[in-house]
C-alpha cells in the first residue's frame, strides 16, 4: 500500500489534534507516514503511532525555524520523490496551505484547499461561498495535495509502532532568504482552542467594549468553552485579533456556537455558518444572526448572558 | 522601486454568489467588485511609495473583460499603470495555472517587490502567492501584518496563535499583507478622474509565451464533480426576553446536553 504523507502540526512534540484528523483520514487513502519538522519527535511518537503512522520522517535541521516555510517545502518535496505517495494531507493553517501552494508546484501536482472531508476515492470536500454550498472535488494530476480543515474526521486510534527514520535535506539558495530574526510568543488563555473546542462562546459589537467581554468569557469558562469574537470587536482592539470568527479570522465547526451580540454578516457567517448548534442573543429581533439560530434570545446580552451562567452554574451543581 | 500589486476581481460576497452549469464562478449573476481584501494590498503598496518619496506602482489583474474594473479602482486609489492578462482561454483555470500565468506578467513587469492580498474573496484559497515567490525565485514574506522596506531590506511581522514573528528578506521580495495591516483609503474624487488617464495595457496568453492548452478549465489538475447549495438551517425559536432569557436559553442548552 502507498505511504500517504501527513505534516504533523506540534508545538514541541505535543501533536495538535488536527494531526490525529488527519491520519485517520489518510488511513482510507493508504498507509499513513507522518513528516515531523523541528525538535520533538520523542514526545510526539507514541501519539502518532496510536493513530496509524506506521512511519515518522524527521527533519529537524536548523533551517527549518530559522526561515520561514520554504525549507519545510525543501524537505516534503525530497521526502515525496523518495517515498511517491499516494497524497500528502496538511492541516488548513496559514503555514500548512503555503507548504502545499510551493509543493503543488514543484511536485506538478494538483492542490485542494479547505477540504471538510476526504473520502476514500480521495474525493474532497469543500464548503464554499461562505458555507452557502458545497462542493466535491478531486485532484487529477500528480500527488494529491490537499489541505484539511479541523473537525473534518473524528479522531480513531489504529495502534502501531512507527519507524522513525531521519531524513538527509538540502536547501536551495532561494529557499533560504526570508530570516526569522524574532519571535515573540503570545500568552495562552488556558481556555480550549478555539477551533478544536466542543462549544464557542463569541461576542461582537454588542459587547460594547473590552470589559464586557468578561460576562462572554464568564459564560463560556462555565461551559468549558473557547471564546471567540467577530472582526468588529477584534479591529475595535476589546478581543485580540487571533479569536476572530470569520472569513479572515477562524472558521469554527463547533458543536454549539453561541453569538451574543453579533448582527451575523456574510463574512462572520462565513466562518460559523457550519456549527452543529447555533444559539444567538441580540436585541435587534431583525439581525440576520436570527436566521441561522436554532434558538435565539432577543434582548439586553447584559441582562442574559450573566443569568445563563448562573443558571449553568446551578445546574451543574 | 518598482511595486507590482496583484488585484483580483471577484463576485460581490454580499451578492447571491453561484456556480455556472461548467462547475466555474458565475461571474454574471452577481455584480463584480476589486477584492475587498486586495484593498488592502493597495494601501501597503500605496504607503511604501509615499514613505520612500518615490516609486512606480503597477496594478495587475488577470480575469475577463470585467476584471479591469478592479484595475480602475485600484488606480483611482492612487498608482501609476495597470496591466489586464484577458484570454478566453484563460476561463476556468485552476491556481497552479494561474499562478503560472502572473509569474509571466510579473516577470516581464521586472519589480523590486510584489504585494498581494492575503487570500482572494471568492477562491479563498490563500496560495496564489507563495505559488508566485515559489515560481520566480522571490523571497516571500507573506501575511503581513505589518510592511516596512529599507534600502534593500523587507520587514515584516506576521502573527499566528502561538507566536508574532518578525522577517527579514532582501529585495526582490513577494509580500501578501492581511487586513491587520490597516483601512485602505477611498478613492478621492480626483483620484477617480485621474485613473481614467492612467495606461492600461493588455495582454493576452500569446504575448506572456504560455500555450493555452496549459491554462483553462480543461487543464485544471482538479475536477470539480459536483455542487449543491447547502440547504438552509432549518427556523429555529426564538423569544423576546421578559426577564427570563438566560433560563430559557439554559433549558435549550439542557435539552441539547450542553450543560
Ligand atoms: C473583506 C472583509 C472581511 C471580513 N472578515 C470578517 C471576519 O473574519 N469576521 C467578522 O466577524 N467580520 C468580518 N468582516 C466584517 C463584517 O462585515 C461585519 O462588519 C462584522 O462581522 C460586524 O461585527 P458585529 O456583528 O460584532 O457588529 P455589528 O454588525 O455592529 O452588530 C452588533 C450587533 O450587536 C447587537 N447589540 C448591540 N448591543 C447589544 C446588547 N446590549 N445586547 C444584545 N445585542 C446587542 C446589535 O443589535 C447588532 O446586531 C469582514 C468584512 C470584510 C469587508
Ligand atoms: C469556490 C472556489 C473553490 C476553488 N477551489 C480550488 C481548488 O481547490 N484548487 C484549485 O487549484 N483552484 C480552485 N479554485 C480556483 C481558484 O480559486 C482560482 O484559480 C483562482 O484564480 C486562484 O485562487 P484564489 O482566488 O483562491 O486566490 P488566492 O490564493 O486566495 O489569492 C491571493 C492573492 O493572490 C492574488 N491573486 C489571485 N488571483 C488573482 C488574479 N486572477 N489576478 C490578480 N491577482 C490575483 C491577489 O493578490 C489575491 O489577494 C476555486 C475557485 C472557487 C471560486
Known amino acids: ?317 | 522601486m518598482k511595486i507590482v500589486v496583484l488585484v483580483k476581481h471577484v463576485p460581490d460576497a454580499a451578492g447571491d454568489r453561484s456556480f455556472s452549469g461548467d462547475t466555474t464562478t458565475d461571474r454574471a449573476a452577481v455584480d463584480g467588485r476589486l477584492s475587498e481584501l486586495d484593498e488592502y494590498a493597495v494601501e501597503q503598496a500605496l504607503q511604501v511609495v509615499e514613505k520612500a518619496g518615490d516609486g512606480e506602482i503597477t496594478f495587475l489583474t488577470m480575469g475577463p473583460e470585467a476584471a479591469s474594473e478592479a484595475l480602475r479602482k485600484a488606480l483611482s486609489m492612487g498608482g501609476d499603470a495597470g496591466v489586464h492578462v484577458v484570454d478566453d482561454a484563460l476561463h476556468g483555470s485552476d491556481a497552479i495555472a494561474t499562478s503560472l500565468v502572473l509569474a509571466a506578467a510579473v516577470r516581464r513587469l521586472e519589480p523590486d517587490v510584489v504585494i498581494c492580498g492575503m487570500a482572494s474573496t471568492d477562491g479563498t484559497m490563500s496560495v496564489v502567492p507563495a505559488m508566485i515567490a515559489e515560481r520566480l525565485g522571490l523571497t516571500g514574506l507573506t501575511l503581513a501584518s505589518s510592511l516596512a522596506i529599507e534600502g534593500n531590506t523587507v520587514t515584516i511581522r506576521r502573527d499566528s496563535d502561538e507566536a508574532s514573528t518578525t522577517i527579514t528578506g532582501s529585495l526582490p521580495a513577494l509580500v501578501s499583507v492581511t487586513d491587520q495591516t490597516g483601512e485602505a483609503r477611498y478613492p478621492s474624487f480626483k483620484g477617480i478622474m485621474a485613473a481614467k488617464k492612467k495606461p492600461v495595457e493588455t495582454l493576452t496568453l500569446a504575448d506572456l509565451g504560455i500555450d493555452p492548452s496549459q491554462v483553462g478549465l480543461g487543464a485544471a489538475w482538479s475536477a470539480v464533480d459536483n455542487i449543491a447549495k447547502r440547504p438552509p438551517r432549518q427556523a429555529g425559536t426564538i423569544v423576546t426576553d421578559e426577564g427570563d432569557g438566560g433560563v430559557k436559553l439554559a433549558d435549550f442548552l439542557a435539552a441539547g446536553k450542553f450543560i
Do not use: C
Request: aromatic share 6%; no cysteine.
Open chain 1, 1 to 317: 500500500m502507498a505511504e500517504v504523507l501527513v505534516i504533523v502540526d506540534h508545538v514541541d512534540g505535543a501533536v495538535r489534534k488536527t494531526t490525529t484528523e488527519l491520519l485517520t483520514i489518510a488511513r482510507r487513502l493508504g498507509e499513513p507516514a507522518a513528516v515531523f519538522f523541528g525538535a520533538g519527535v520523542d514526545a510526539a511518537t507514541e501519539t502518532l503511532g496510536n493513530y496509524g503512522a506506521t512511519k515518522i520522517y524527521v527533519v529537524d535541521d536548523a533551517e527549518i525555524g530559522q526561515y520561514l516555510v520554504a525549507p519545510k517545502v525543501d524537505a516534503l518535496v525530497t521526502i515525496a520523490q523518495q517515498a511517491s505517495p499516494a497524497a500528502i494531507l496538511v492541516t488548513s493553517t496559514s503555514e500548512g496551505k503555503e507548504i502545499a501552494a510551493r509543493a503543488a508546484v514543484r511536485l506538478d501536482s494538483g492542490l485542494i484547499t479547505d477540504a471538510v472531508d476526504v473520502d476514500a476515492s480521495g474525493v474532497a470536500t469543500q464548503s464554499v461561498f461562505a458555507a452557502s454550498y458545497v462542493i466535491s472535488s478531486k485532484v487529477t494530476h500528480g500527488t494529491p495535495i490537499i489541505t484539511v480543515k479541523p473537525n473534518a474526521a473524528a479522531p480513531e486510534a489504529a495502534p502501531t509502532t512507527p519507524a522513525v527514520e531521519k531524513v538527509a535535506v538540502s536547501y536551495g539558495a532561494t529557499s533560504t532568504t526570508a530570516q526569522i530574526v524574532e519571535v515573540a510568543p503570545r500568552a495562552k488563555s488556558g481556555r480550549p482552542e478555539l477551533t478544536e473546542a466542543a462549544i464557542v462562546v463569541s461576542g461582537g459589537r454588542g459587547v460594547g467594549g473590552p470589559e464586557g467581554f468578561s460576562v462572554v468569557e464568564a459564560l463560556a469558562d462555565s461551559l468549558n468553552a473557547a471564546v471567540g469574537a467577530s472582526r468588529a470587536a477584534t479591529d475595535a482592539g476589546w478581543y485580540p485579533h487571533a479569536f476572530q470568527v470569520g472569513q479572515t479570522g477562524k472558521t469554527v465547526s463547533p458543536q454549539l456556537y453561541m453569538a451574543n451580540g453579533i448582527s451575523g454578516a456574510i463574512q462572520h457567517r462565513a466562518g460559523m455558518q457550519t456549527s452543529k448548534t447555533i444559539v444567538a442573543v441580540n436585541k435587534d429581533a431583525e439581525a440576520p444572526i436570527f436566521e441561522l439560530a436554532d434558538f435565539g434570545v432577543v434582548g439586553d446580552l447584559f441582562q442574559i448572558v450573566p443569568q445563563l451562567t448562573e443558571e449553568v452554574g446551578k445546574r451543574k451543581g
